[in-house]
């Protein structure tokens, strides 16, 4: 259903608050009866703000929670417990806006408040740089309050978004270096919430979690145990295809698991690539619904994948994972592509880290390339004793000494 959104958004109060010292927002979340909270991010990005539901839900439990996602992420989050109504929208950076959700009647009923003016506050929980229009919708929606993060958090988003902090009615300063995590447990804690609860809890649909099990009957069969590999990622976070093809198959071969390929349907071309790469036969994924996937990750004995979505899954699902970041070890901690800001929120023992020790020149703090760059550092023969020896301790079958 589209709805028309002023070509500006509407100027607000715009009150910036530092976080330092706990500053606090000017919310009443115990008098708020229905707010919406605008994320408009990719996979992982939605995982990581789970435990920013989980506490505005603790905290106000009587409220009306509705989150808007992006279309590519609502498999994941329409079966989120700590919300009541999750609909979805595409990027727009101009002109109406397209809602959708689990039906028409749902989505008219979202549309009938979005268009009513009827949410107290309207939250857009993002720290860094707004890129997908995240403040036009909750600005657009009326709410009595629109409360976000600051321009002046990051240097990037003070460029990207300038000007932005008037369409607030107030913005929370915090220019900590943290995991993005802590940012929004913070955030929760500024708008007048209590932090009770700092783990992460993925909900999955119960449709989805039988799909994924009839796959592994049908696919995988045996004892449904299987190592999955995520090897797609976005421009410098991805390992070239040819080292992660050799990487899983020596870890396939010396783990004696069978290996499933998991990605999106835009992966299509890239996955028969990669498999035709691979020494031992794999079962592909590729072209599952997000939900789907997700539940098979959860099946998984363990995942070895890179800075993506599927790593975050797999850490929320207790999923043993080896990440690959390209981040080098000696890199700036507040680097968009840092572990420090992004790593997997989960169990500290079931989440290996891998990265290179320095950057290649001309990088210097992180890598900032468009395409494998710093993390070509990392070969077959260097990854695969280090990344065999994390999944091992879960892995019963797993032999001593991986061969290189």
Known sequence: MTVPLPAAPTVRRGLVVSAEGGGRLPVDLAACRRILVVRLDFIGDWVLMLPFLANLRASAPGAEITTVVLTRVYDLARACRFVDRVVAVDPVEAGPVAFFGRDEADVADFVADYTGGVFDLALVPRWDTDFNGALRIANGSGARKVIGFSEGCTAQRAVENRGDDRFYDAVLLDRSNAHEVEHKLGFVEAIGGRVSERGLRL???????????????????????????????????????VVTADVTARLARELDLPVVVIGSPVHGEEAAAFAAMLTRPAVSAIGLPLGVSAALIGRAAALVGMDSGPAHIAAALGTPVSVVFAHPESGAADHVGSPERFRPWGDPARIQIVQPATPLAPCVEGCEADAPHCITQLGADWLTPRIAGFLARFVPEAVEGVAT
């Open 203 to 241: 909900d999955l649909d119960a449709a989805d979690r039988a799909a994924a099990d009839r796959f592994v009957t049908d696919e995988i069969g045996g004892d449904g145990r299987f190592l999955a590999v995520a090897p797609f990622a976005i421009g410098r976070k991805g390992l070239p295809p």
